[in-house]
């Protein structure tokens, strides 16, 4: 999620105007609500209305499709600091130091955490004159560092807190640390896999299809029983033949298209 973010942040680089919020507004509220409502009509067990419903995933965007929410408002905070690293780090500040209960709301808290990433992705765009990002090492770096990190991770309590940390800054460091060698990782074995002809084919396509897979896939989870690693290995393969499926035949409808996966572009 934090490659997805920093991918958001990345392809904003010079187009924060009103025109590209109200593309990101269409492209990623329409989706998140329009799903909402299906996932009402569902199997899906839902208290009140379909009214009650889509004014709870607004207040407390933590359901659903939440990170389209997210990466919305992840996109308004970019466009009122205009892109200035300066307003973005003060911004960042106040909303993590001020103690106010509505910050709870419309994920304000949580849209501290992920602006990280939005942010980091803008900015490696707008200076990317000033560095070598295209570096061997920095790949090095990223495919041996993050499955290290990954390891360590493997004995977690409840609250999947590494058992080594202690406490909130220590916890939320380790995280960025995570976020930012996986995106390191990403791009490496993208890289990677680009040298080869048609794995290269394969990777670009698979990437127009994640998102559209990801929101979808849930219609197929209960279709077989998933207990076991063999009904793991089922469910999984059930669900991504049957995402891709209906990926495939949304595409087809420009107008359902853009109300289910807002076209799967950021513009």
């Not at 499926?245 to 109300?259: D, E, S």
Request: aromatic share 20%; proline share 2%.
């Amino acid at each position: 999620m934090a490659l997805f973010m920093f991918l958001g942040g990345y392809l904003s680089n010079g187009k924060l105007g009103f025109g590209w919020l109200a593309k990101r507004a269409w492209m990623l509220l329409i989706p998140f609500f329009v799903w909402q409502v299906i996932r009402y009509y569902s199997w899906i067990e839902f208290d009140g209305s379909v009214w009650d419903s889509l004014w709870k995933v607004a207040i407390y965007p933590q359901n659903g499709l939440w990170f389209l929410y997210l990466l919305f408002t992840c996109s308004l905070v970019l466009f009122v600091c205009r892109g200035r690293w300066w307003l973005m780090l003060i911004t960042l500040i106040l909303i993590n130091q001020i103690d106010a209960p509505y910050f709870q709301y419309v994920g304000i808290r949580t849209t501290a955490w992920w602006f990280i990433f939005v942010g980091m992705g803008y900015l490696v765009a707008k200076y990317k004159e000033w560095y070598v990002w295209d570096t061997k090492w920095m790949f090095i770096v990223g495919l041996i560092l993050y499955p290290v990190l990954f390891a360590v991770t493997c004995s977690y309590n409840e609250l999947k807190v590494p058992a080594f940390t202690n406490g909130d800054m220590v916890f939320s460091t380790y995280r960025m640390f995570m976020a930012f060698f996986g995106i390191l990782w990403a791009f490496s074995i993208a890289k990677i896999l680009l040298r080869v002809r048609y794995l290269g084919r394969l990777t670009c396509w698979l990437g127009t299809m994640t998102l559209g897979i990801y929101v979808s896939h849930w219609l197929f989870v209960r279709l077989i029983d998933g207990s076991g690693i063999i009904g793991a290995l089922l469910t999984a393969l059930v669900c991504l033949i049957g995402s891709t499926v209906v990926v495939y035949l949304i595409n087809k409808i420009p107008i359902v298209r853009n109300l289910l996966l807002g076209s799967l572009q950021l513009k």
